[in-house]
């Protein structure tokens, strides 16, 4: 964890903050992972989240790493969204389409294109691991999202541990139990075989069961893994950080579950309950890793398909492509 010190980068010297998780309390360290938390956080006094310096890391972000999409309205729950790209478009009209428009800008594996936030995402990590005890993670992943005034995310579920991090504008974000009738197994099981996305069966009457946070400024939210969640911004430009991560108790239970998903979906077997422990398991988890190092899999997998490019001058931000293209 680096103290009193500064991050370096090409356009200057950021402050790095000398604690990250500014509000954590003793009961965190048993709730984290097991119940939804929210927790006071100091990612806006870094200076990585300004527009000019969103702008600039715009400018030059790597189209494989960079989800960029048109979503539905809120309270409409029919999964409408279209996916498109920047074009040559430079920051900061990304930035003003984004305040006018209903979209939705994913910056993926930051960290992996900007070094400032590779040590940004380092510091995080040690912060947590000294203070939730026995919590010893690898495979980090560092996201920016960038989205417009009630922008919404749809119900979903993510595979690896995943916290949300708000830095800019405010968001509700709904939080369910991962399990079913919320989060069938065939579902999940689906989604970690890649034939759909995150996307997952939602009714209704799950707000019901669903607990709700607001999310401001300098607050995070961390929730059980897998616990299916979506989110609607309030009437504001939002800019929060996603950071996932793996430990064994993860990996185990992707490792079960995929091999359950092959003996379901491809052998017709209708499998127990995940379970990670004894000699059952670690033949499922070689079934899972042959099947997935052989690629049999991968003509299943889902395909997306870009439709539209950025246009500032149309009144919804798009414009057709005139040829369009999987990703």
């Not at 969103?54 to 989800?67: F, K, M, N, T, W």
């Not at 979903?156 to 504008?169: F, N």
């Not at 439709?307 to 149309?314: F, G, N, Q, R, V």
Request: charged share 25%.
């Amino acid at each position: 964890m680096k103290r009193d010190s500064d991050i370096s980068h090409g356009g200057g010297r950021v402050a790095a903050p000398a604690r990250i998780m500014t509000g954590w309390k003793p009961e965190h360290s048993e709730l984290w992972g097991q119940h939804p938390v929210c927790i006071n956080h100091a990612l806006p006094e870094t200076g990585l989240f300004s527009d000019d310096v969103l702008a600039g890391l715009i400018e030059s972000y790597p189209r494989q790493h960079y989800d960029f999409l048109h979503m539905g309205e809120q309270g409409v729950h029919k999964k409408l969204w279209s996916e498109g790209e920047i074009g040559g478009a430079d920051g900061k009209t990304v930035l003003d389409a984004i305040k006018q428009g209903r979209l939705w800008l994913n910056l993926r594996r930051v960290h992996e294109v900007d070094s400032r936030y590779a040590d940004l995402m380092g510091n995080m990590f040690a912060e947590l691991e000294k203070l939730v005890p026995n919590f010893s993670t690898y495979k980090h992943n560092f996201g920016i999202l960038v989205s417009s005034p009630k922008a919404q995310v749809y119900y979903h579920a993510d595979i690896p541990g995943q916290s949300l991090w708000q830095v800019r504008g405010e968001k509700r974000v709904y939080v369910y139990p991962n399990y079913a009738p919320f989060l069938a197994e065939k579902d999940m099981e689906r989604v970690i075989l890649g034939e759909i996305e995150e996307d997952i069966p939602y009714e209704p009457w799950f707000d019901d069961y669903a607990q709700v946070v607001t999310l401001k400024p300098g607050e995070m939210l961390n929730w059980p893994l897998n616990a299916p969640h979506r989110v609607e911004n309030l009437d504001c430009v939002n800019v929060s950080v996603t950071t996932e991560h793996w430990t064994d108790e993860i990996r185990n239970m992707y490792a079960i579950r995929y091999a359950n998903g092959v003996l379901r979906s491809r052998l017709g077997v209708t499998p127990p309950k995940p379970f990670t422990h004894g000699p059952a398991f670690w033949a499922k988890a070689a079934l899972a890793a042959g099947v997935k190092k052989s690629g049999l899999l991968k003509r299943f997998r889902y395909d997306r398909e870009v439709t539209w490019t950025l246009d500032p001058k149309a009144s919804s931000k798009m414009a057709p492509l005139a040829e369009t293209y999987h990703r």
